[in-house]
């Protein structure tokens, strides 16, 4: 009962507090802090607490003191880590590290046990049992804090479950309760960056576009010197995937604030630059079989990307311009474009995503896309910052990043997502053949340390010219965090795994194989074209997840090598393909790999990255010291052998070759079984 008592008193004068900020507070580069003490013992308010916060960057330091009810204030701190600390005389100091951020505002219970006197651990308040009254002021408060981290004054906020604010974003967005910063509160979930869940229905605060490990107002009082547990927090259960903080995720970004937000456009902006160190040494610097990774011991920029969402209404939209390495790897992995004319390769080229939609209040929120949108399958993000390792294993690497077409995102429930796709194909501009693929994705987040992610592709005919030859494919991924207290050491743990199983059947191939040959008259028997493998990665956070580093690898087999990466000897493309590692029904190709990556994130929006990586496979795949560059540079018919001169013998047939080429002989490429990388990365996202 005092504990109930003594909430309402928060509630009460935590919306006073709130409802008398200044709007001009709105418009200003400032942050607040508010909070209460109270004796660990028996839960009572304790007035004249001197409190001071001390800005741990600039060493400065702002006091005050709690009234009667124990409540204090701040209410124009500079955004950056404090200490907030409570001395009285009689009492033992209690203080807890807070995170102030511009246009937030951040809450922290300060317990104070008597001196020479134990502690007494508080009960966790349940939120569930709360009058309607109670529940009446956390709402008043919610809306307000969305007015404040708006940088419109004038927005309004309606009811919930009947505003299209909710669209503002294609990623779930961020909770509009703000938890106390006291040890081991979690954050609030927000979302991936880009990994599109869909903008559900409107919460009481605007969403933010992207998460953070250690929202604003969230960070953990140090274990040290907090003297109690947290009071739990009033949490969203109307936001999809908003009562949790999910930043743990591999595939996620870790940030919360959007520093290029407004009114009917947030803003994006991404740099991640690379230094690869390949231990083979190519000559020409070019490496292959990576999605990641092109170019040894120089300075790349591998993925520049500027644009933002668009929400005005119910209207959702989205466009990021690709720029860097990506804007060429990712398009000549692409087949497609060789069927029929127009060039759509140089008009999709710089574009990573583009899509315009429209958002409807049905259940928890339901989405509906049509452009070209990032692919899940693989579960790491196209975007390396928000992913745990740089280079992903095959099962991520080898399967789609982005897909063309139309997507429904239907959120039933606040921890269910069910999205159906129609698209193009598989990873491609335009369609093979003459069936569309169909495809979908399941996102189930049954608790806040569990994540399942179940991604279905099928029908589609993805190979020019074998308009009889479908491809099936799943790729399912389970996330645990098993370990989670906030401060100064370990404060995580989680890990995934990743399973992926596929195939094709038709024109001459099997899903499991046949002792038979192929049959053109009746289209059966033929070898077995698959795709089977797995990943696996475990990641640590620790120093309030500054720093992390992650452990893992996984494996494949891809009889048939429809889903490997076509090595780029002589300029080959996916489209030329070339006769040194050609694919065909029966050709073997089997891989391992394992990474060891530390991270060191000094802000939400950085990430210094260093990284070791080794993968080996059953045939020759990797660049070796001789590189994969003809003498005198590529010859332009990289779907021919080259000769010992350089120039073109005009056939993929080996024997042709030899006879076109006569005393020149064949040149091949050095490619070796083995490679290792020690690579080192700067990414930056706002």
Not at 161 to 185: D, E, M, Q, R, Y
Not at 367 to 382: E, P, Q, T
Not at 668 to 677: E, F, H
Request: hydrophobic fraction near 40%.
């Amino acid at each position: 009962m005092i504990r109930k008592s003594l909430l309402v008193g928060v509630l009460s004068a935590s919306a006073g507090f709130l409802f008398s900020v200044p709007p001009a507070f709105s418009q200003a580069a400032v942050g607040l802090v508010g909070g209460i003490t109270r004796e660990s013992a028996s839960g009572k308010p304790v007035a004249e607490v001197q409190i001071v916060a001390h800005n741990l960057v600039k060493g400065t330091d702002r006091a005050t003191t709690t009234d009667a009810n124990g409540i204090f204030t701040f209410t124009d701190l500079e955004p950056g880590q404090y200490e907030v600390a409570a001395a009285k005389s009689g009492f033992e100091k209690s203080s807890a590290h807070v995170e102030v951020a511009a246009r937030r505002v951040a809450r922290v219970e300060l317990p104070l046990a008597f001196a020479n006197v134990p502690t007494r651990t508080a009960e966790k308040v349940d939120t569930s049992a709360l009058t309607d009254r109670e529940r009446q002021l956390l709402d008043r408060i919610d809306r307000l804090e969305g007015r404040l981290a708006s940088m419109e004054a004038a927005l309004e906020v309606k009811e919930i479950g009947a505003s299209p604010a909710a669209a503002k974003t294609t990623s779930a967005p961020a909770p509009s309760v703000i938890a106390l910063n006291t040890a081991a509160a979690a954050p609030p979930a927000a979302p991936p960056a880009r990994v599109p869940l869909g903008a559900p229905l409107p919460a009481a605060a605007p969403p933010a576009p992207s998460p953070s490990p250690n929202p604003t107002g969230q960070s953990a009082v140090d274990p040290a010197t907090s003297p109690v547990n947290p009071v739990a927090a009033p949490v969203d259960l109307v936001t999809p995937f908003a009562d949790h903080d999910w930043t743990w995720l591999n595939g996620n970004s870790r940030q919360h604030d959007s520093p290029l937000d407004s009114k009917y456009f947030s803003g994006e902006f991404r740099a991640d630059t690379f230094y690869v160190a390949d231990f083979n040494q190519p000559r020409d610097h070019t490496m292959g079989g990576s999605s990641e990774i092109f170019r040894n011991s120089e300075v790349q920029l591998e993925d520049m990307s500027i644009g933002g969402d668009f929400h005005a209404g119910q209207m959702r939209g989205r466009i990021l311009a690709l720029f860097g390495m990506f804007s060429a790897t990712t398009v000549r992995n692409d087949s497609s474009p060789a069927v029929g004319q127009w060039d759509v390769a140089a008009a999709y080229k710089y574009i990573s995503e583009a899509y315009g939609g429209y958002h409807f209040n049905i259940n928890h929120g339901l989405n509906v896309d049509a452009g070209i949108f990032v692919s899940y399958v693989g579960l790491f993000s196209y975007h390396n910052f928000d992913n745990w390792a740089y280079q992903p294993s095959y099962v991520s690497s080898n399967t789609p990043w982005f897909f063309n077409g139309v997507r429904v995102q239907w959120f039933p429930t606040n921890h269910l997502k069910i999205e159906p796709w129609f698209i193009n194909g598989w990873q491609s501009y335009n369609r093979f053949n003459g069936h569309p693929g169909l495809g979908g994705q399941l996102k189930w987040t049954p608790k806040e340390w569990l994540n399942v992610i179940a991604n279905q592709y099928g029908v589609g005919n993805d190979n020019i010219g074998l308009p009889n030859r479908g491809r099936y494919h799943t790729d399912d991924s389970i996330e645990i965090k098993y370990f989670d207290k906030p401060g100064k050491g370990l404060d995580r743990m989680a890990f995934t795994f990743t399973g992926d199983l596929g195939c094709e059947t038709g024109d001459g191939v099997t899903c499991h194989g046949s002792k038979q040959p192929y049959d053109p008259t009746t289209g059966k028997g033929g070898p077995k074209q698959a795709f089977l493998g797995w990943m696996a990665y475990n990641r640590f956070w620790w120093d309030r997840d500054i720093w992390a580093l992650t452990l893992g690898g996984g494996q494949m087999s891809n009889p048939g090598r429809y889903l490997t990466l076509v090595l780029p000897v002589n300029g080959a493309t996916a489209i030329t393909g070339t006769p040194y590692f050609p694919a065909y029904p029966g050709a073997s190709m089997k891989a391992y790999d394992m990474t060891a990556t530390l991270d060191w994130m000094p802000n939400q929006f950085t990430t210094f990255r260093w990284e070791f990586g080794y993968r080996h496979a059953n045939v020759p795949y990797f660049s070796g010291r001789g590189g994969s560059t003809p003498p005198g540079g590529n010859n332009g018919a990289p779907a021919y052998f080259v000769c010992g001169d350089g120039t073109t013998s005009g056939s993929g047939i080996l024997s042709m070759a030899q006879a076109a080429c006569g005393s020149t002989g064949i040149w091949y490429p050095d490619l070796r079984k083995g490679q290792a990388t020690l690579s080192m990365m700067l990414m930056v996202k706002l």
